[in-house]
């Protein structure tokens, strides 16, 4: 063996091993989509030397790989105990889409296994990159302990509580995340990397190796010739190491040293791997319409399978024979892995295709709320006293909807010590509209937080951290900058127990301020009321409470559900109600709602899915289906119709995904009169999805909607003319009524 490189005959034998069986498994792949029993074909072959990536790290590092990362993962598995996992098995079942495939059941072709601490990634370029920042974030949190969670540590101690989910990975460990070089231009790899860079100049710890997988080709697309190594090399903060990925002994030696720096330092690094493409980009690219065959033949040459074996040979570790017997007995073990798993049964019925995606046991989110309460009315009523001044919220008056999210997020940050808050602007400002405020002085820096202005980063650190055991509260600033990050909530967050079968969850309540009616503060950006990019995402679920008393109940289940389904919940704070007071006359404080003590959250408590019903007068007229500013709208309207003998029932939605079904079939049929008040836009909007629901449960009845006209919207008074007014509402009910 070369004597620098720290690669010994037995290692360099086994990793040939795991090359050779990388190969093979592409092989195979192609042979069973000709045979029309595989369903993916994107290969390794030319990228085998992050098998030695994988020596270098140790089978407790957990690592987010790419598509090409099948050495690595067969070089991992071999450092487990023979037969613990079969990664021949395990990748061949993915190609067939089986059921058995043990961790995505066939729901998509990843490399993963928990007891590889391989986390799966999504077929998006790039899109694990920023939770991979916020994993390496968690891992060192949890090195770090109780202390660095600012005064958590008394929080935990004093409260009785259990700490942390144990961190599933080791104090040292690195986290290790590959990806192609053309993926270091996607915005979202660009991100991860300045978010590394930023928290490094920050003095945060980060241990967190990204390797750059560098076959020079995006699918058809050359990188230009130097600009991989350019612009890698030149990220502040992430140290720059380069091997030679087709050179097994110049992989592992590279690898070592950059691993053991991360790992020494806490500090980001990129390993920039020099890799070639094999056999196209995939089964079926035809390869020579963008390449010549002397550019193919010459990556060919480069084959890091004949340069381990010529290694090998040099060394006099083995002769060719025994290497080509070698190469053929492992083709032969795939092979017959091949014929054994093609006909496994694939998933069978809608229900077990989304069995993993987002279970909910509303009777458990239930007990874990009622626990909480009696701890902050026991054990925890001392550590309450503290933190919030002496001056409980429920014995400070009647609150707006700002307060009681922060009153709720104080509370919930007592009985989770692993719960975080953070985004732009939330810790030292304490928010824009003030509703983070006084959060990072009860709980400390280090569990309150000021992000970068970066909101795929933000997202992220939520991903990572509820990864890592944390229970992340990220903020959006305002629902406008989510679209520009949405993936990392479609893509990444809620996909994660899909593609995993639950084995990895990443639960996180994202708060989002949102949605129009900002009298004085127009324009579109401030007002957002797109919600048909959240409603659409399989398993979310998105909270809209309009009310105070709601906001807090229902801020505490997202909690609740998070720790006990990791669910993910979106929760959209209306920036127009933050503040409101007053509900049918100035002064009036029809808006506010007295804060609940501890020992009324089991009895208020509010599960998902279930909307809230007003009634005026008889409430036997009409029904009235709203949520968010419609709500206070359509309650106002009702007051007036019921004075003149029209009584309404106003249904606040209060989720609008899951919508609440038994509660709007049932409270549209006790009148038969339905007005939709959607304050979102007509196309897209909720007021479709209120509708099509009524249909579907075979409602006859009389059906009406009010909703936003189609266009962003407009600075200052303009925006009353496209948004839905009392007016409107008026008028719409009325028509019903006389129906
Ligand atoms: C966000 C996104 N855009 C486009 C694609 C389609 N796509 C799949 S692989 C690929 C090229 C990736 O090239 P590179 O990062 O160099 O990885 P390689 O396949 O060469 O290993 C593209 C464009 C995708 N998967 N994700
Ligand atoms: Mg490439």
Request: with cysteine.
């Amino acid at each position: 063996m070369r004597p620098d490189s720290g690669l010994t005959g037995t290692m360099a034998r086994e990793l040939f091993d795991a090359q050779v069986t990388s190969r093979h498994l592409d092989l195979a792949a192609r042979r069973l989509r000709a045979d029309g029993a595989g369903y993916y074909t994107i290969g390794s072959a030319g990228h085998e030397g992050n098998a030695g990536v994988a020596a270098a790290l140790r089978p407790t590092d957990p690592a987010l790989l790419h598509y090409r990362s099948g050495a690595f993962y067969a070089a991992r598995a071999a450092q487990l105990a023979e037969g613990k996992v079969d990664a021949i098995r395990d990748v061949l079942r993915g190609v067939v889409a089986s059921a058995a495939e043990p961790i995505a059941g066939g729901r998509h072709k990843v490399f993963g296994s928990t007891d590889l601490n391989v986390i799966p990634t999504t077929s998006t370029i790039a899109s694990h990159l920023p939770r991979a920042v916020g994993l390496a974030f968690a891992v060192e949190r949890s090195r770090q302990g109780l202390d660095a969670r600012g005064s958590s540590g008394r929080h935990a101690a004093d409260s009785g509580q259990p700490v942390l989910v144990p961190p599933a990975w080791p104090r040292d460990a690195v986290v290790l995340c590959s990806f192609g070089d053309a993926s270091v231009n996607h915005a979202s790899a660009v991100a991860a990397f300045n978010t590394a860079g930023w928290s490094d100049f920050t003095g945060l710890r980060l241990p967190l190796l990204f390797v750059c997988e560098d076959n020079g080709l995006g699918i058809s697309v050359r990188s230009p010739a130097g600009w991989v190594g350019e612009t890698l090399r030149s990220r502040p903060g992430i140290r720059y190491f380069h091997a030679d990925g087709c050179d097994l002994a110049d992989t592992y030696a590279v690898a070592r040293s950059a691993v053991s720096w991360v790992r020494r330092h806490r500090r980001p690094a990129v390993l920039h791997l020099r890799t070639v493409r094999l056999m196209g980009h995939a089964g079926a690219d035809a390869e020579l319409a963008y390449r010549t065959p002397a550019e193919i033949e010459h990556d060919l040459t480069l084959d890091p399978l004949l340069r381990t074996a010529r290694l090998l040979v040099d060394a006099g570790q083995a002769s060719p024979m025994e290497l080509l017997s070698r190469y053929d007995e492992i083709g032969w073990r795939v092979q017959q892995t091949a014929a054994g798993v093609r006909d496994e049964p694939k998933l069978a019925s809608a229900a077990e295709v989304v069995a993993p995606l987002a279970p909910r046991r509303p009777l458990r989110v239930a007990k874990t709320i009622a626990r909480a309460a009696e701890r902050a009315a026991g054990a925890a009523l001392a550590e309450r006293h503290r933190v919030f001044g002496g001056r409980l919220p429920e014995q400070t008056g009647p609150q707006t909807l700002a307060q009681a999210v922060n009153a709720t997020l104080t509370d919930l940050m007592i009985s989770h010590p692993q719960a975080l808050v953070f985004g732009e602007d939330v810790a030292r400002k304490g928010g824009v509209y003030g509703v983070t405020k006084g959060l990072r002085d009860r709980f400390g820096p280090a569990r309150v937080f000021d992000t970068l202005l970066d909101e795929t980063s933000i997202l992220g650190l939520g991903l990572g951290a509820g990864l890592g055991g944390l229970l992340p509260i990220p903020e959006i600033q305002y629902l406008a900058y989510l679209h520009n990050a949405e993936d990392q909530l479609r893509g990444e967050a809620a996909s994660m127990r899909f593609f995993s079968q639950g084995a990895y969850r990443n639960p996180m309540v994202v708060r989002i301020a949102g949605l129009a009616y900002q009298k004085g503060f127009g324009g579109h950006f401030h007002n957002d009321h797109s919600v048909a990019v959240l409603r659409d995402i399989p398993g979310l679920v998105v909270a809209v409470p309009s009310r105070a008393d709601d906001a807090a109940a229902m801020l505490r289940t997202c909690v609740a559900a998070a720790e006990v389904d990791g669910t993910v919940s979106v929760f959209l704070e209306p920036i127009a109600l933050y503040h409101t007071r007053d509900l049918h006359t100035d002064g009036d404080g029809g808006w506010l709602s007295p804060y609940a003590a501890p020992d009324r959250w089991a009895d208020t408590h509010v599960p998902v899915g279930r909307a809230r019903s007003h009634s005026y007068g008889t409430g036997d007229r009409l029904t009235v289906l709203t949520f968010g500013n419609g709500v206070r709208m359509s309650l106002r309207v009702a007051a007036r119709l019921a004075e003149e003998g029209h009584g309404c029932r106003v249904v606040d939605l209060r989720w609008l995904a899951p919508l609440p079904l038994a509660d709007i079939v049932r409270e549209a049929g006790a009148t038969g009169r339905v007005l939709v008040v959607d304050e979102t836009r007509r196309s897209g909007g909720v007021g479709e999805g209120v509708l099509a629901a009524l249909v579907d449960a075979g409602y006859v009845g009389l059906a009406r909607r009010v909703a936003a006209v189609d266009t962003f919207l407009p600075l200052g008074p303009a925006a009353d003319h496209v948004l839905v007014g009392e007016d409107a509402i008026e008028r719409a009910a009325r028509a019903l009524l006389a129906a």
